[in-house]
């Protein structure tokens, strides 16, 4: 097994697409994979599967990182032998609604800079001060292309991707003199159930976005994630943007036929 066997790694957001993959994704390395979501339900069955790819060891947690109370209070509550991250991937995230800012439902709003954001910096809090006391650690947060290029209609979405961007980039410079290593992610058009919570069930109209395009799947993105997690101490991997080949950005796709 390679540098990431035994290693503990935390997940969130891991009951389906990128966050799935990735925890899958790390089992299949030997590292000891902690999994949580708002999803208990679909953890269960992710708990054998990840056991079977290979994991050293699983646990499993119902979390809602937007709430900050509970990510405090469950983090802290982790079991000993879970306190020790050393590898944080920062998954949850969502999207809601696809509408001008002048007509949207500030609910929308609430929900995604509650998630992409206070979130992320909640469990980001919980977490490092961890990394920084044993001297390693790595936090690998889920950005987008969107954070780089607005496009109609998703300008909150995307301003919550241009956060994550400045909050990756300003915790490496924070953790600078220390060991611990921050990486973002940032892809394109992955096809998992992001634009069926965008428009709330509307499976329909979410099958469109994904029309005549080959997207990214899940596993490309994990496989990404794992490969700037096993890269030596020294080495940091700052950004890794990654698009299908049908798009060049956020509003310029290559539609087959």
Known sequence: MGYLSGKTVLVTGASSGIGRATAIAFAREGARVAVCAR?????????????????????TFSLDVSQ??????????LPEEWRAIDVLVNNAGLSRGLM??????????????????????YVTRAIVPGMVE????????MGSTAGYMTYANGAVYCATKAAEKAISEGLKIDLMGTAVRVTSIDPGMVETEFSEIRFRGDKERAAKVYQNITPL?????ADAIVWAASRPPHVNIHT?????????????FHRHG
């Open 217 to 221: 799947k899940p596993e490309d993105v």
């Open 39 to 59: 999803r208990e339900d679909r953890l269960k069955d992710l708990e054998t599967e990840l056991t079977e790819a290979g994991a050293a060891g699983v646990h």
């Open 100 to 121: 001008k800012v002048y007509e949207d439902d500030p609910q929308n709003w609430e929900e995604m800079i509650d998630t992409n954001v206070k979130g992320l910096l």
């Open 68 to 77: 900050r109370s509970a990510v405090e209070q469950t983090l802290k509550a």
């Open 240 to 252: 890794v943007v990654m698009t299908t080949i049908d798009q060049a950005n956020s509003v310029v």
């Open 134 to 141: 044993r001297g390693s650690g790595h936090v690998v947060n």
